[in-house]
């Protein structure tokens, strides 16, 4: 049975998620502390499947209207194509065959090349990072291992990226500061993890503050730098 409750799912599934809000009490802490690591990588891979599977259904169905829509089309003598009746009828209907909606999909997908550098051997090992899952060639490598090893701190895929992967760091800019420590932040969205930290310590000493302050707090403090 997985360790991961019905609370910390339903708060998961929110759109301005952060990790603060798994910890806001007592209960809360309890329970999260129970949770084992490798119930949250069953529910990453869970929900990659469906993920794809919702992908591959929405397809099918696109797919099974543009047929209907062609068949139409053959039956008809006032349209050659399935755009012309479309743009007849006005209406702002996206297209595109499937082979191109397949394209768009897969384009969702944000992906950094990262090489390492194996000295001892005279080698550079290149491995592509997707949507920041580590493939298990690079937790495998000897290179990344000793780096870690040397490192702890990256083990967090932001770092790790911002390092290895000059892509990534052009991408993610530091644009944040918070006290002595700059970082990237995600000024839109949810924290990354070090945002996370970063928000956690900063409402300690401001404890009626919200991500929203302290998003702004630390945006100025970097302008400031």
Known sequence: MSTLTAKI???????????????????????????????????????????????????????????????????????????ELLSVLGKNVETSAPAATTATKTNTNKSFEVVLTDSSNNERHTFTITNKMLPKALENDPVYQAIIAKNKELTDV??????????????????????????????????????????????????????????EAVTKAYKNV
Not at 171 to 200: C, H, M, V
């Open 9 to 83: 799912l339903s708060k998961l599934n929110t759109n301005d998620f952060n990790v603060g809000i798994l910890s806001a009490d007592n209960a809360d802490r309890a329970a999260l502390v129970k949770v084992k690591p490798e119930d949250i990588d069953t529910l990453i891979d869970n929900l990659n499947q469906l993920k794809t599977y919702v992908a591959d259904l929405q397809e099918h169905k696109q797919a099974n209207a543009r047929k209907l829509l062609e068949s139409l089309v053959a039956e008809s003598s006032d349209f050659s194509t399935v755009e």
């Open 158 to 215: 932001d770092l790790f990226l911002r390092a290895y992967s000059p892509a990534y760091a052009e991408q993610y800019p530091i644009n944040a500061k918070f006290k002595k420590e700059t970082f990237y932040l995600n000024s839109k969205g949810r924290l990354n993890a070090q945002g996370t930290k970063y928000f956690e310590a900063w409402k300690k000493e401001n404890p009626e503050g919200d991500e929203k302050a302290f998003k």
